[in-house]
């Protein structure tokens, strides 16, 4: 067994589909294949790159996929990009965001790819991780690949570990033209993918040898801030309890040209700051004291956000292993149950 990563980039469309093609799509689909074959943890065996053919089809993208799928083992990496054009028709039934293929028309919703038999297929997978990396319009709608309602079947169950990170979150257009800012054949690829792609080329100046979801996510949302391109859309990322800490990609930079190692945060804001970045990096070190970890708890508690949330019961369940002890546990809950009353 080992981790699979499939790269789905359709990029022509018939001339009356009424679908743009855009050489972006290809560009970055193959820029994918490239990049992942030339990283230490996938490698060119394990990543495929559909061809024109397989793209054409709905039939031929999900052959693709579940050959993949059925090639994870309990301890490898599923994952699948996708880069083309999505749509989103509200008078059809439940929340489904349509990819397009190669034989899709603008108007005509049977002819595309409905993401739920995309998810149906990941979330069979037995790989302990599953992350799709959607770039196209309407991503920002897809949800999580372990999201409610409930449905009969394989999708009544929500399964653990997966990721969904798409080009935008608070708009529905991404934009398809590339990124002037972008060198070489990066500025030919999407802005979205162009900018995700340069991180794993080029690495972060973060210490870490290796990119987990906490740490690509933040690197692809400051490379975007700070293009002197910008502004850019806004990137989104959904979590079902996937392990932070899983790596996911070699850092490429040099070891010499990163920071260094952080010393340990000192306040709780510093810590919630620190793990939301890598959950699993320092939470030993947290787990060391009863009443600070109470206070991170109960700060990430009170927030808003679903990232938040997933970290504040994710420290939770490991506070109830380690604080086993009566009066450690009531130090620990002493601190979150002041910040739950306010």
Same mark, same amino acid.
């Given at each position: 067994?080992?981790?699979? /990563? @499939? ?7 018939? #001339? ?23 990283? /230490? ?5 394990? *990543? ?25 083992? +309990? ?7 996708? #880069? ?8 059809? +039934? ?5 990819? !397009?293929?190669? !034989?899709?028309?603008? $108007? ?28 196209? *319009? ?24 997966? *990721? ?11 934009? /398809?033209?590339?990124?002037? /800012?972008?060198?070489?054949?990066? %500025?030919? *690829? ?18 870490? !040898? ?15 801030? !700070?293009?002197?391109?910008? +502004? ?13 800490? =899983? ?10 040209? &990163?920071?260094?190692? +952080? ?9 919630? &700051? =620190?793990?939301?970045? $890598?959950?699993?990096?320092?939470? $030993? ?9 109470? $206070?991170?708890? %109960?700060?990430?508690?009170? &927030? ?37 009353? @306010?």
């Amino acid at each position: 067994m080992a981790s699979r /990563a @499939v790269v789905i980039g359709p990029a022509a469309y018939a #001339v009356n589909s009424g679908i743009d093609s855009h050489t972006t799509i290809g560009e970055s689909a193959r820029m994918y294949g490239e990049v992942l074959a030339g990283d /230490a943890m996938w490698g060119a065996d394990n *990543c495929r790159v559909l061809g024109k053919d397989e793209v054409e089809t709905a039939d031929g993208v999900m052959r693709a996929l579940q050959a993949a799928a059925d090639e994870t083992g +309990p301890e490898d990496i599923f994952l699948v990009v996708y #880069v083309g054009h999505g749509q989103y028709w509200s008078d059809l +039934p439940g929340a489904q965001v349509h990819l !397009s293929v190669g !034989s899709s028309h603008k $108007d005509k919703p049977w002819t595309w790819l409905s993401s739920w038999y995309l998810y149906r297929v990941m979330r069979r997978a037995r790989a302990k991780l599953k992350v799709l990396i959607a770039d196209c *319009c309407y991503s920002n709608l897809l949800p999580q690949l372990g999201e409610e309602p409930v449905l009969p079947g394989v999708l009544g169950e929500l399964d653990e570990g997966t *990721c969904v990170f798409t080009a935008v979150k608070n708009a529905n257009f991404a934009p /398809a033209e590339g990124c002037s /800012a972008l060198p070489g054949d990066l %500025a030919h *690829c999407t802005p979205f993918s162009g900018h995700l792609l340069r991180i794993l080329q080029d690495g972060t100046k973060d210490h870490e !040898s290796r990119l987990t979801i906490g740490l690509l996510r933040e690197a692809v949302r400051r490379e975007m801030e !700070s293009c002197a391109a910008a +502004p850019h859309q806004v990137p989104r990322m959904s979590l079902n309890d996937a392990r932070d800490g =899983t790596p996911l990609f070699t850092n490429r930079m040099e070891a010499t040209r &990163r920071d260094r190692a +952080p010393q340990l945060p000192v306040d709780p804001e510093d810590w919630v &700051r =620190t793990l939301m970045l $890598d959950r699993d990096s320092r939470l $030993d070190d947290l787990l060391k004291d009863e009443r600070k970890t109470g $206070d991170v708890v %109960a700060i990430l508690s009170t &927030r808003q956000d679903d990232a938040s949330r997933h970290l504040a019961r994710h420290i939770d369940a490991r506070a109830n292993n380690a604080f086993s002890e009566p009066h450690a546990f009531a130090r620990y809950w002493n601190q979150v149950e002041k910040a739950l009353r @306010v």
